[in-house]
């Protein structure tokens, strides 16, 4: 309305305004949907496309799954079995009893089966076929299904080119870091029907998550959206992805906000995450049912006191989920790649499924996904014995190296699920009967434990394991053992490995160029040119500020004579000195309010120091670190700069994350290692066409101009070295 007097105020009087102001009125009032809710529709566009392609991909590996081990397989059995039988004389028809229906009610009723007359004799059964093969050879269509099947996607993958980006790529690519090249799941979600219908030990999950989050980004490179929508609607299509393949929403939620490639900000992000996971789940849940896919026995306590144990079962875990990482990196190496990749195109794929089917002659569980033997594992209470549990964990473990390395389509959720079961049936059994004889639950209860506590350690994803069995238990009772087992695994894991994407859901070849690229520089590389601040602990933090504004800096380390203590940041001495002035304000209230009744005398509050003004543990790195590792300290913890010290590897951890037992010598500082300091050095690596500046491990050589004594005090005072 303001808007139309406005018009009217400027217009001559006795002027009717023209058509063309009056459409610009009518455009004008058919606005747009606001930002929120135009998010929230292209996020049930995801979900709504990212559950119709789950549904047909669990439709196609069915029908191929029936069909390869059906009829192809029946039809192989047939050639190495001798000629049928002749079938016996067909029976003469049975002659109809007399009487009346009544009587022979009667008889019955009356017992009168005692007096019918006997049945007649059943003919003797024919002779089976015999087979021509020895009896380890009669299961030899095990070994040609996988091995054809693997000539398929190797085909598949040789001819239809690149299957599309894993999730890192991916939120690259919305970021602006890559050039956006999403695909349709099209070729992916066949060659992984194929791949797994055929036998391959992998899952169904990391193709579903993948393929959304390239309809997300597909979707919003058509709809034109920011980088910000884009990140939020390859989330959407990760959630979505999970939420139908898994049928839990919850825990497809939380995948997308916990993986290590999420980097969602704000609520509208958030919100586009659930409607997504909604959408998707309602729609295969209208296609397929709303049985969940796994069929979980009642979660059992015996004892609260138990608890403790699953601590030790999380410790297992996180073995169990080491192994299974690094046995898929070391399949996804380049070494290897390079030699697989110079043989014909199938016959990679072909070998690793010849392999499988030799290893599914005796272990045929390694087949496939697995959920029927998940099942079995937890129908049954320590029925299986513990030795075959424990044959069978090395022999999954290599059947899906195998797979994941020749090149099958698939994920290692369902892996990781069934290694968990299995870890945790013998973990279960060698705590009951079988060996220490303690009065603990049955075997199946740590197998669901074991479940979540491996997929923790193998995803970096605590929470997503936790929600996603108490969604297929729905029993409050396995939070607390959940919590504790997948807790543990996954800081364990986190330890050793870092927090890099552990690449379950299936390769990721930008991804893992880049990493690679990163390995190859050292940390010395990204160094800032300016010495870091160091200053004492006990220094003020109004005197701290002010140098620290004056060397234009970010942060500074605090030291305690000769030790590290931590890392101060200009936020930190903000919050500190804000909260001092605060403080001083409430305790002289006349200060702002003269009328105020003056308190009564109390000692003044103390100007903060630089030792109270830290906000956690210090992150820093050693010297011997690569970019790579620099990259996982900087993006998880939000910082700036990195401390890096002169000390051996290993010290404390792939990440170290607060002080070491020996403490950090100020002696060993060497630099601070920045996001900025990151980027020229890629730059650097970049410009001089691949080759480093200097190699990794070599210590740098810093050429010095002569200084006098003056500039040398001087500079000692500014490292907080001088006395």
């Known amino acids: 309305m303001q808007e139309r007097s406005w018009r009217r105020f400027l217009q001559p009087s006795g002027q009717k305004p023209d058509s063309t102001e009056h459409e610009l009125e009518l455009d004008l009032g058919a606005r747009p949907l606001p930002f929120q809710w135009s998010l929230l529709a292209w996020a049930a566009l995801v979900g709504t496309l990212t559950g119709g392609a789950v549904v047909a991909f669990h439709e196609l590996l069915a029908f191929i799954n029936n069909g390869l081990f059906g009829t192809f397989v029946e039809g192989l059995l047939a050639l190495g079995q001798g000629q049928p039988p002749e079938l016996p004389p067909e029976l003469p028809p049975i002659v109809q009893a007399t009487g009346t229906p009544l009587q022979a009610l009667l008889q019955v009723g009356l017992g009168g089966l005692g007096y019918l007359p006997p049945p007649p004799a059943a003919p003797e059964p024919p002779p089976l076929p015999t087979s021509l093969l020895p009896d380890w050879l009669s299961l030899w269509p095990v070994v040609v299904v996988p091995t054809l099947g693997g000539f398929v996607v190797g085909l598949i993958r040789r001819f239809s080119g690149d299957l599309g980006p894993g999730l890192p790529s991916l939120m690259a690519m919305a970021d602006g870091a890559v050039t956006a090249k999403p695909k349709l799941p099209f070729q992916r979600l066949l060659g992984a029907s194929v791949s797994l219908g055929s036998g391959a030990s992998l899952g169904p999950e990391g193709p579903s998550v993948e393929s959304g989050g390239n309809i997300g980004l597909w979707v919003a490179l058509r709809g034109s959206l920011s980088p910000q929508s884009q990140k939020a609607l390859v989330a959407a299509g990760v959630a979505a992805g999970l939420a139908a393949g898994f049928k839990a929403p919850i825990a497809g939620v939380f995948f997308a906000l916990e993986g290590s490639f999420s980097g969602l900000q704000g609520r509208p992000s958030v919100r586009a995450v659930l409607v997504a996971a909604v959408a998707s789940s309602l729609v295969t849940q209208l296609a397929l049912g709303d049985s969940p896919i796994l069929r979980l026995p009642a979660y059992e306590v015996r004892s609260p006191l138990e608890l403790p144990l699953y601590l030790g079962l999380g410790l297992l875990a996180s073995l169990m989920s080491w192994a299974l990482v690094s046995l898929l990196a070391a399949g996804r190496s380049e070494a290897l790649q390079s030699r697989l990749n110079k043989l014909p195109a199938g016959v990679p794929t072909a070998i690793g499924g010849a392999l499988v089917g030799l290893i599914a002659l005796l272990f045929p569980q390694v087949l496939g996904v697995g959920y029927d033997t998940i099942e079995a594992l937890l129908g049954s209470n320590g029925g299986v014995p513990l030795a075959t549990l424990v044959a069978l964990l090395g022999v999954k473990l290599l059947a899906t190296g195998i797979s994941n390395a020749t090149g099958f389509v698939g994920g290692g959720f369902a892996p990781s699920l069934f290694l968990g079961a299995v870890l945790g ?78 690449g379950l859901l299936g390769p990721d070849l930008l991804e893992e160029k880049r990493r690679r690229q990163l390995t190859g520089l050292s940390v010395r590389d990204a160094y800032e040119p300016e010495a870091p601040l160091v200053l004492p602990a006990a220094l003020p933090a109004n005197e701290a500020l002010g140098q620290l504004v004056e060397s234009h800096g970010h942060c500074l380390v605090v030291a305690d004579g000769p030790w590290v203590l931590g890392l101060v940041t200009l936020p930190d001495l903000q919050r500190a000195l804000s909260s001092y002035q605060a403080a001083g ?107 480093s500046e200097k190699p990794v491990g070599e210590e740098p050589r810093v050429e010095e101009e002569p200084r006098d004594e003056e500039e040398t005090e001087d500079s000692d005072k500014s490292l907080g070295l001088g006395s």
């Open 425 to 502: 049936n013998c973990y279960g059994q060698l705590l009951g009967e079988s060996g220490l004889h303690l009065p603990v639950a049955e075997p199946p209860a740590y197998a669901m434990v074991g479940m979540a506590a491996v997929l923790a350690g193998s995803a970096r994803a605590p929470l997503t394991a936790l929600l996603l069995l108490f969604e297929l238990t729905h029993d409050i009772r396995i939070v607390l053992p959940l919590m504790a087992a997948a807790g543990l695994s996954a800081a364990l894991v986190e330890r050793w490995q870092g927090l890099a994407d552990p």
């Open 585 to 691: 304000t409430n305790q002289n209230p006349t200060a702002q309010n003269p009328t105020a009744q003056k308190p009564t005398a109390q000692e003044p509050t103390a100007i903060p120091t630089l030792k109270s003004c830290r906000r956690g543990d210090l992150v820093w790195l050693p010297e011997t670190a690569h970019l790579a590792q620099l990259e996982d300290q900087l993006t998880p913890n939000g910082l700036r700069q990195v401390p890096i010290f002169a000390l051996p590897a290993g010290v404390a951890g792939a990440l170290p994350h607060g002080l070491p037992s020996g403490g950090l010598p100020l002696s060993a500082l060497r630099g601070v290692a920045s996001r900025d300091g990151l980027s020229r050095a890629l730059a650097k690596h970049l410009t001089k066409g691949g080759a």
